[in-house]
C-alpha cells in the first residue's frame, strides 16, 4: 500500500521531501548510525558529539557541551545553503508552498535568524575577554545582576528567555563588567538547557579570574513550556551553580542571594 500525503497545493509532498532532501539532512542521518547508544541505554559520547559529516565550516568539528568549540569555522556563512534548503524542505512538509511571493525568501531569512540564535557557537572564551582582565587589590563581592538572557532550547528548538545574575569574590584579579554580560551571550547563543547555562557561566568566570568564588542564578520562561506542551503561561525556572566560597560559606552565600533580590 502506498500513502500519498497532499500539501494542498496539488503536490505529493512525500515525493517532493524526497526530491529535496539537503546533503545536510543526509549526513546528519549517517552521524545517527554511527552514534548509537551503548549496550545501557546511554550515548556513547554523552558530553561531546562530532559534526555530522562535513558540513562546510564544521568538518571533524567536537562539540563540547560543558565548554565550547575546540576550532573555530572559517565563516558561518558557509552553512547557509544547507540550512536554507531545510527550511525550505519543513515549509513543503507543513504544507505550505515555498514558491509563493511571502515565503520566497523566508527560508533564507530564517536560516540567518538561525545563525544568529546560535551564534555563540563561533566564540570562545578569549575572544569575549579581549583581555579587559585587570589586577586589583579589591576582595568585596562584585554583582551583576539581571543581565537579558535570549537562548533556544536544545529540546524543542524554542526560545527561552530571563534573566542571568553574576557575583563573584575577586583575588586580586577583576574582570571588565560588560565581560560578565557577554559571557552570558557565549553561551546563551547556543543549543542550551538552562542547568548548563547556569554552570558555564560559572565556570567561564573562574576560568578568567580565578576569584575565590562564583556564583550564577538564571530565572527562565521556557516558550516550550508556554506555547505548547503543559502550557504554563506563568511559571519561572530558577538555577543556580555555587563555586567557592559561595558554595562552602553560607553567608557569602546570603549576601548574594539579597543583593540579587533587592530592587
Ligand atoms: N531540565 C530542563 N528541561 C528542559 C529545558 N528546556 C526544556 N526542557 C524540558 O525537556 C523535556 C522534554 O521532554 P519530552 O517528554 O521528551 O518532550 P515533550 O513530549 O515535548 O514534553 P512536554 O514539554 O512535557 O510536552 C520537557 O519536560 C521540557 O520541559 C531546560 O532548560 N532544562
Known amino acids: 500500500m502506498t500513502t500519498t500525503v497532499s500539501n494542498g497545493n496539488g503536490t505529493d509532498v512525500v515525493s517532493l521531501l524526497k526530491k529535496t532532501k539537503p546533503p545536510a539532512l543526509k549526513k546528519l542521518a549517517s552521524w545517527k548510525d554511527e552514534n548509537e547508544f551503548d549496550g545501557t541505554g546511554n550515548p556513547k559520547t554523552p558530553r561531546t558529539s562530532t559534526t555530522p559529516g562535513k558540513t562546510p565550516g564544521h568538518e571533524n568539528c567536537t562539540f563540547h557541551h560543558d565548554?565550547?568549540?575546540?576550532?573555530?569555522?572559517?565563516?558561518?556563512?558557509?552553512l547557509l545553503p544547507d540550512m536554507t534548503d531545510s527550511y525550505k524542505m519543513l515549509l513543503s512538509a507543513l504544507g505550505e508552498n515555498p514558491e509563493r511571493q511571502g515565503l520566497l525568501k523566508t527560508p533564507e531569512r530564517a536560516a540567518k535568524a538561525m545563525l544568529f540564535f546560535t551564534k555563540g557557537y563561533d566564540q570562545t572564551l578569549t575572544d569575549v575577554l579581549n583581555d579587559a582582565v585587570f589586577d586589583e587589590d579589591h576582595d568585596e563581592m562584585v554583582v551583576v545582576k539581571d543581565i537579558e538572557m535570549f537562548s533556544m532550547c536544545e529540546h524543542h528548538l524554542v526560545p527561552f528567555y530571563g534573566k542571568v545574575s553574576i557575583g563573584y569574590l575577586p583575588k586580586n584579579k577583576i574582570?571588565?563588567?560588560?565581560?560578565l554580560a557577554r559571557i552570558v551571550e557565549m553561551f546563551s547563543r547556543r543549543l542550551q538547557v538552562q542547568e548548563?547555562?547556569?554552570k558555564q557561566i560559572a565556570v567561564a568566570v573562574t576560568q578568567a579570574i580565578q576569584p575565590a568564588g562564583v556564583a550564577v542564578v538564571i530565572e527562565g520562561v521556557h516558550m516550550c513550556m508556554v506555547m505548547r506542551g503543559v502550557q504554563k503561561i506563568n511559571s519561572?525556572?530558577?538555577?543556580?551553580t555555587m563555586l567557592g566560597v559561595f558554595r562552602d560559606d553560607s553567608k557569602t552565600r546570603e549576601e548574594f542571594l539579597n543583593l540579587v533580590q533587592s530592587k
Open 67 to 78: 565548554l565550547e568549540l575546540d576550532h573555530k569555522p572559517p565563516t558561518r556563512e558557509a
Open 236 to 240: 519561572k525556572t530558577v538555577t543556580s
Open 175 to 179: 574582570l571588565g563588567l560588560s565581560k
Open 196 to 198: 548548563r547555562l547556569t
